[in-house]
């Protein structure tokens, strides 16, 4: 289960960042090896504080694996000629980092393995760099020898996925009488991407609009809505518009009632509990709003369910020869890529890694 992750404690924040910004697949930048240790340092107390606001860290892993020991179980019974299954957390950024769980398996004797991304859209810069240093892990044997590999790429779109996100909206929008239901609007916020990112063919922001389509199709289209953008960093163009902006838009166009809706997080994190519940859900109170959040997966049996279901699907169509190691939309790598290892990656997968 391949995801981003998050410190569970505040001590773990520094660790964090700086693995983050020494990511070129995510945040490239000129000098990297110099300069994102001197931004991680910088930025450290005002996320430890972040961190600090909401608990003392983030719940990403609880939920993570909670998500993937209740999929592991219905996995036995959905697909028992594979069975027994088990999951495992690689997070690209904190721990449980890929090499870490790739000794793991090691120790497991692990032979057939799905990389399975908990990004439902995709972008080169989260399931693609999370991939990328799976593949270099595992190509230099971390995980064993003579493993098998497949991967699930994106599923943004999947019934399963689309229903619980669906569900967790009609809870929150059931906060208002029936009457005046129809009145609030839907803001879809999604992780923006550097518009250097988007601009070089990156799928993403199609993939996440096809989800927002897909979630308003399951709702009848009872709602006027949006999707925005936040989390935005440093003082490049990224894609818009922006979270908070929109809110304070709404409130001056007179629409004062709004569910925040976050459609490319699969568990609650610092960009759930913090930007979006400490700072635009007040922000839009603070306008005279009335302003509610829908929940993350977390541990929605539907979301598991969901979770299962792509899993042993794909398993299945895999056995018998019906799908290859990769999906033909994985194949293709973006028109503007110069990343040599995103090609090399791509390449292995696709030879199921032998």
């Known amino acids: 289960m391949l995801n981003m992750g998050g410190p569970s404690t505040v001590p773990e924040t520094h660790d964090f960042l ?30 430890e504080k972040q961190y600090e606001a909401i608990g003392g860290g983030s719940p990403i892993l609880k939920y993570t694996r909670i998500q ?28 449980p980092l890929t090499d870490e769980t790739a000794q793991e398996m090691k120790r497991d004797g692990v032979k057939r393995a799905v990389a399975f991304t908990q990004y439902p859209q995709y972008s080169c810069s989260t399931t693609g760099s ?15 020898e003579g493993v098998e590999w497949s991967v699930i790429d994106r599923w943004g779109t999947h019934p399963g996925f689309v229903e619980a996100v669906a569900q967790n909206i009609e809870r929150a ?16 916020s999604a992780h923006s991407l550097p518009m250097s ?32 953008w936040q989390s935005q960093v440093g003082p490049s ?5 922006q979270t908070s902006a929109a809110i304070k838009g709404l409130a001056r166009l007179g629409n004062k009632k709004v ?10 994190h610092i960009e759930t509990l913090y930007e979006l519940d400490l700072e635009y859900v007040a922000e839009g109170r603070e306008l005279g709003m009335e302003v509610e959040r829908a929940e993350s997966m977390n541990d929605s049996p539907v979301f598991i369910r ?24 994985m194949g293709l790598r973006c028109p503007g890529c110069r990343n040599a290892t995103c090609a090399s990656s791509k390449a292995w997968f696709a030879r199921a890694g032998l």
């Open 130 to 144: 999370s991939l990328n240093e799976l593949y270099r892990r595992a190509k230099a044997g971390e995980a064993g």
């Open 237 to 241: 163009a990224w894609m818009g518009m």
């Open 306 to 329: 969901a979770l299962a279901d792509l899993a042993s699907s794909h398993l299945r169509e895999y056995a018998a020869g019906r799908i290859g190691p990769a999906s033909t939309q």
């Open 18 to 47: 700086k693995n983050l910004f020494m990511d070129g697949d995510l945040i490239p930048l000129p000098f990297q090896s110099v300069l994102a240790p001197i931004i991680a340092r910088r930025r450290t107390p005002q996320i």
């Open 68 to 95: 993937g020991e209740r999929m592991a179980a219905l996995l036995d019974e959905l697909h028992p000629a594979t069975a027994p299954h088990k999951a495992y957390v690689a997070f690209r950024y904190a721990q």
């Open 259 to 268: 569910v925040l809706v976050p459609i490319a997080f699969t568990s609650d």
């Open 173 to 188: 929008l059931a906060k208002w009488p029936e009457d005046a239901r129809s009145d609030v609007v839907l803001l879809f």
């Open 197 to 228: 990112v988007v601009n070089r063919g990156d799928p993403y922001v199609l993939e996440v609009s096809s989800t927002v389509s897909a979630v308003m199709n399951r709702l009848k289209h009872a709602n006027p809505y949006r999707l925005v």
